[in-house]
């Protein structure tokens, strides 16, 4: 199966996406909770739910968008990974897929309390130096079967959210409105100070884990630009709104002392106040709330953190086999199963309390760094960073988030906050060990930085440079249209490839008027689809014979030679070999394109004529884009046998030839034929290109301005010579004026 073949189905729609978050957030906040913050703060553990979704808010609103900006499957952890980079994409993929796995662990064993207090079942078995108890053996049973579930698909996850949250909200206004009618100010507990309020608020802030992680389904949710903000504020404004009118009914109906009595005896705080209000009826009305409450979270909980893991397996920060979708289900069913046997670990080795604050500090750590990507996309002004939603207020908005964010980290138990330490310094270690040799995902930070070198301190430069990427698969991607040529392109990308220990992907893209819709295309084009699987097997046939893996996928777009460039950036290449058309004006971008964006990678373009490497004539005058065009030299030179001619024309013949030796030597072509002459550029390379079967010339540097006005060197020697040309051109910066005037 092609990568191409396996993406997400977009299943979710607007109520099941904010059902998601809602679901999430809503089972252990107001179901478990509660006693304990009343507890310990007295009537201030209402505003410490507030504090809670205040910080919260400052995140939704920066994860709304980045979400669409990059609705992908990972969320937070693709954001983060896209702005900062793979080292903090570990952290940030570890840390949200581990912190879920914890919450998850979390939610089904308040799952099983509420189960035993149903069934009044208390047991317990020793099995070695772990003690199974009644409540972890129905939240690994419970955990079992959600696991299931999502394995199944997201559409069914959806369907099962609906229903779960628009009951148990149901019951929550019915408690609510018989705790109002109750409610005395003189019941509510004096307020304990402001530790107390910042130390609960570390301890609930479990309760706010929902609502990024609608982003991390953002793949799977119809219309993102419109669906995704309205999904992720909304649900962390309704839950807020939900906890603290529950909290201060809850606290205010009964008398003082009331919940204490019942945290001490060990019951449920919440169904004992539902039953002095509403009798055993509401009590068990409470307790079915429960049950569905935190059913609700951990199914959730596991639908994200698999998509989570899916991600990372998609940026080989974890291995590209966790990308495999089930072929009837469409989910990343491998993703689920792992994550799931991770929850069931954590039920049987966790406590309660620990795997509650431990899903509260990892998810700090993503929150802040979050807030942290936004800055940075806004900042570095990544071209293809176009989100349809502005946070209000930037940059104090996610500044506010990030500081809040990691500020109330310090008011979680300290084991915990070591043991966090610890998880993170895992996962740096992953990175370092593992992910930096295999990932190609190189952030926008360092990008931003390198590029700009000659400008930046040394340290912060030497920095971005010790924490890159150094391997990853290298990508050469081949938009193939015409048959006369594809064997061509495919035999040159194949010769790079090898040498590179990578893999060629074809792609054909297929282009759809304007006036018609690209999901109708792809289902009613069938004579087109017909022969872009025609033209893509035989590129898969060519590949073969050099023993590349290949792969290949057809793409319908209402753009052509467009659509080449987002292709690049999606699929992460790092080389396309492409062929000549007629925009082609001594470079690989069209003038709009030349513009407006920046090259994604390395870029060849192929004017075809017959491929024949036997002799190559490579003029070079230093260029930015001669160093590619060397390295495609001693490509060629190792698979072909090539003989390469070295041409440089220069008006002083010995300077030339000290130029030209230098070049040769800095460039591992001291085996090629020196050719140094004297005069009109383009003769001395048309008359040097007569003995040539092939002519491999950087990408001009002329402005566009220039090239209007008295016509592109490179295109001439295109337009003279007979023999095949091949065009390099290196992603480098240009500004403006460079692009306009040139350099």
Same mark, same amino acid.
């Given at each position: 199966?092609?990568?191409?073949?396996?993406?997400?189905?977009?299943?979710?729609?607007?109520?099941?996406?904010?059902?998601?978050?809602?679901?999430?957030?809503?089972?252990?906040?107001?179901?478990?909770?509660?006693?304990?913050?009343?507890?310990?703060?007295?009537?201030? %553990?209402?505003?410490?739910?507030?504090?809670?979704?205040?910080?919260?808010?400052?995140? *939704?609103?920066?994860?709304?968008?980045?979400?669409?900006?990059?609705?992908?499957?990972?969320?937070?952890?693709?954001?983060?990974?896209?702005? #900062?980079?793979?080292?903090?994409?570990?952290?940030?993929?570890?840390?949200?897929? #581990?912190?879920?796995?914890? %919450?998850?662990?979390?939610?089904?064993?308040?799952?099983?309390?509420?189960?035993?207090?149903?069934?009044?079942?208390?047991?317990?078995?020793?099995?070695?130096?772990?003690?199974?108890?009644?409540?972890?053996?129905?939240?690994?049973?419970?955990?079992?079967?959600?696991?299931?579930?999502?394995?199944?698909?997201?559409?069914?996850?959806?369907?099962?959210?609906?229903?779960?949250?628009?009951?148990?909200?149901?019951?929550?206004?019915?408690?609510?409105?018989?705790?109002?009618?109750?409610?005395? =100010?003189?019941?509510?507990?004096?307020?304990?100070?402001?530790?107390?309020?910042?130390?609960?608020?570390?301890?609930?802030?479990?309760?706010?884990?929902?609502?990024?992680?609608?982003?991390?389904?953002?793949?799977?949710?119809?219309?993102?630009?419109?669906?995704?903000?309205?999904?992720?504020?909304?649900?962390?404004?309704?839950?807020?709104?939900?906890?603290?009118?529950?909290?201060?009914?809850?606290?205010?109906?009964?008398?003082?002392?009331?919940?204490?009595?019942?945290?001490?005896?060990?019951?449920? *705080?919440?169904?004992?106040?539902?039953?002095?209000?509403?009798?055993?009826?509401?009590?068990?009305?409470?307790?079915?709330?429960?049950?569905?409450?935190?059913?609700?979270? %951990?199914?959730?909980?596991?639908?994200?953190?698999?998509?989570?893991?899916?991600?990372?397996?998609?940026?080989? $920060?974890?291995?590209?086999?966790?990308?495999?979708?089930?072929?009837?289900?469409?989910?990343?069913?491998?993703?689920?199963?792992?994550?799931?046997?991770?929850?069931?670990?954590?039920? &049987?080795?966790?406590?309660?309390?620990?795997?509650?604050?431990?899903?509260?500090?990892?998810?700090?750590?993503?929150?802040?760094?979050?807030?942290?990507?936004?800055?940075?996309?806004?900042?570095?002004? &990544?071209?293809?960073?176009?989100?349809?939603?502005?946070?209000?207020?930037?940059?104090?908005?996610?500044?506010?988030?990030?500081?809040?964010?990691?500020?109330?980290?310090?008011?979680?138990?300290?084991?915990?906050?070591?043991?966090?330490?610890?998880?993170?310094?895992?996962?740096?270690?992953?990175?370092?060990?593992?992910?930096?040799?295999?990932?190609?995902?190189?952030?926008?930070?360092?990008?931003?930085?390198?590029?700009?070198?000659?400008?930046?301190?040394?340290?912060?430069?030497? %920095?971005?440079?010790?924490?890159?990427?150094?391997?990853?698969?290298?990508?050469?991607?081949?938009?193939?249209?015409?048959?006369?040529?594809?064997?061509?392109?495919?035999?040159?990308?194949?010769?790079?490839?090898?040498?590179?220990?990578?893999?060629?992907?074809?792609?054909?893209?297929?282009?759809?008027?304007?006036?018609?819709?690209?999901?109708?295309?792809?289902?009613?084009?069938?004579?087109?689809?017909?022969?872009?699987?025609?033209?893509?097997?035989?590129?898969?046939?060519?590949?073969?014979?050099?023993?590349?893996?290949?792969?290949?996928?057809?793409?319908?777009?209402?753009?052509?030679?467009?659509?080449?460039?987002?292709?690049?950036?999606?699929?992460?290449?790092?080389?396309?070999?492409?062929?000549?058309?007629?925009?082609?004006?001594?470079?690989?971008?069209?003038?709009?394109?030349?513009?407006?964006?920046?090259?994604?990678?390395?870029?060849?373009?192929?004017?075809?004529?017959?491929?024949? =490497?036997?002799?190559? $004539?490579?003029?070079?005058?230093?260029?930015?884009?001669?160093?590619?065009?060397?390295?495609?030299?001693?490509?060629?030179?190792?698979?072909?046998?090539?003989?390469?001619?070295? #041409?440089?024309?220069?008006?002083?013949?010995?300077?030339?030839?000290?130029?030209?030796?230098?070049?040769?030597?800095?460039?591992?072509?001291?085996?090629?034929?020196? #050719?140094?002459?004297?005069?009109?550029?383009?003769?001395?390379?048309?008359?040097?290109?007569?003995?040539?079967?092939?002519?491999?010339?950087? *990408?001009?540097?002329?402005?566009?301005?220039?090239?209007?006005?008295?016509?592109?060197?490179?295109?001439?020697?295109?337009?003279?010579?007979?023999?095949?040309?091949?065009?390099?051109?290196?992603?480098?910066?240009?500004? $403006?004026?460079?692009?306009?005037?040139?350099?």
């Amino acid at each position: 199966m092609s990568e191409a073949d396996q993406e997400l189905a977009k299943d979710l729609g607007p109520l099941a996406a904010l059902t998601i978050g809602v679901g999430t957030m809503i089972g252990a906040g107001i179901f478990v909770l509660p006693g304990t913050a009343i507890e310990n703060a007295g009537w201030f %553990a209402v505003l410490s739910f507030g504090l809670g979704g205040a910080i919260a808010l400052f995140t *939704a609103l920066s994860a709304s968008e980045l979400g669409t900006a990059m609705p992908k499957a990972g969320g937070a952890y693709y954001y983060v990974n896209q702005a #900062l980079g793979p080292l903090f994409g570990s952290i940030a993929g570890w840390s949200n897929w #581990l912190g879920l796995a914890f %919450a998850s662990a979390f939610y089904m064993v308040g799952f099983g309390e509420y189960i035993r207090a149903i069934f009044g079942v208390a047991l317990s078995v020793s099995v070695g130096p772990v003690a199974v108890t009644s409540v972890k053996a129905f939240a690994l049973v419970g955990a079992v079967a959600f696991v299931g579930v999502n394995y199944v698909g997201a559409k069914e996850t959806g369907r099962l959210q609906n229903a779960i949250v628009i009951l148990l909200v149901s019951i929550l206004a019915v408690f609510t409105v018989a705790g109002a009618v109750r409610a005395e =100010p003189a019941n509510l507990p004096p307020g304990k100070g402001l530790t107390p309020l910042l130390t609960t608020t570390g301890i609930i802030f479990v309760s706010y884990l929902g609502f990024v992680q609608i982003t991390s389904v953002a793949e799977e949710i119809k219309d993102p630009g419109r669906n995704l903000p309205r999904a992720v504020i909304g649900s962390v404004v309704l839950v807020t709104a939900i906890y603290m009118l529950v909290l201060i009914t809850m606290a205010a109906a009964v008398d003082q002392g009331f919940i204490a009595e019942q945290q001490l005896a060990g019951r449920i *705080a919440i169904v004992e106040v539902g039953r002095l209000l509403l009798g055993p009826a509401g009590a068990m009305a409470l307790l079915l709330g429960g049950l569905l409450a935190t059913a609700s979270s %951990a199914n959730a909980s596991i639908l994200a953190s698999s998509r989570i893991n899916f991600a990372m397996g998609r940026d080989r $920060l974890v291995t590209p086999d966790l990308n495999v979708v089930h072929p009837s289900f469409g989910t990343p069913y491998r993703s689920i199963a792992i994550t799931g046997g991770l929850i069931l670990l954590f039920i &049987v080795a966790g406590s309660v309390e620990l795997l509650a604050t431990l899903g509260s500090v990892l998810h700090l750590i993503i929150y802040g760094l979050l807030n942290v990507a936004l800055i940075v996309m806004r900042e570095t002004e &990544v071209v293809e960073y176009a989100p349809t939603y502005h946070v209000p207020l930037y940059p104090l908005t996610p500044i506010a988030g990030t500081v809040l964010s990691f500020a109330l980290i310090a008011f979680i138990a300290p084991v915990v906050i070591g043991l966090g330490a610890v998880l993170v310094l895992g996962a740096v270690g992953w990175y370092f060990g593992y992910a930096r040799s295999r990932t190609p995902v190189h952030g926008a930070l360092s990008n931003y930085i390198l590029e700009r070198r000659d400008r930046m301190p040394e340290p912060i430069v030497s %920095a971005a440079s010790g924490v890159q990427p150094d391997g990853g698969e290298f990508r050469v991607l081949v938009p193939v249209a015409n048959p006369k040529h594809e064997t061509d392109l495919i035999t040159l990308a194949c010769a790079i490839a090898n040498q590179r220990d990578g893999v060629v992907e074809a792609i054909h893209i297929i282009t759809v008027p304007d006036q018609t819709s690209l999901e109708y295309a792809s289902r009613h084009f069938e004579d087109e689809r017909e022969t872009s699987q025609e033209l893509l097997a035989a590129a898969e046939r060519d590949a073969g014979y050099y023993g590349v893996p290949f792969k290949k996928s057809t793409i319908f777009s209402h753009r052509s030679i467009d659509e080449i460039f987002d292709a690049a950036r999606e699929h992460d290449a790092d080389m396309v070999v492409m062929g000549w058309g007629v925009h082609t004006a001594g470079r690989a971008e069209g003038t709009f394109e030349e513009l407006t964006h920046t090259l994604p990678c390395d870029f060849l373009v192929f004017k075809d004529r017959g491929f024949d =490497p036997e002799e190559i $004539l490579l003029p070079t005058a230093g260029g930015p884009s001669s160093e590619l065009s060397a390295e495609i030299a001693r490509v060629l030179m190792e698979e072909f046998g090539s003989e390469v001619t070295v #041409l440089h024309v220069a008006d002083d013949i010995e300077a030339g030839r000290a130029f030209l030796e230098e070049w040769s030597v800095a460039h591992e072509l001291t085996n090629a034929k020196q #050719l140094v002459e004297s005069g009109d550029v383009d003769a001395e390379i048309e008359a040097a290109a007569r003995e040539a079967t092939m002519v491999i010339l950087g *990408a001009t540097e002329q402005g566009l301005i220039s090239r209007l006005l008295s016509g592109s060197v490179v295109v001439d020697v295109v337009e003279e010579v007979e023999c095949s040309v091949l065009i390099t051109e290196s992603a480098h910066e240009r500004s $403006l004026r460079q692009r306009l005037f040139g350099r």
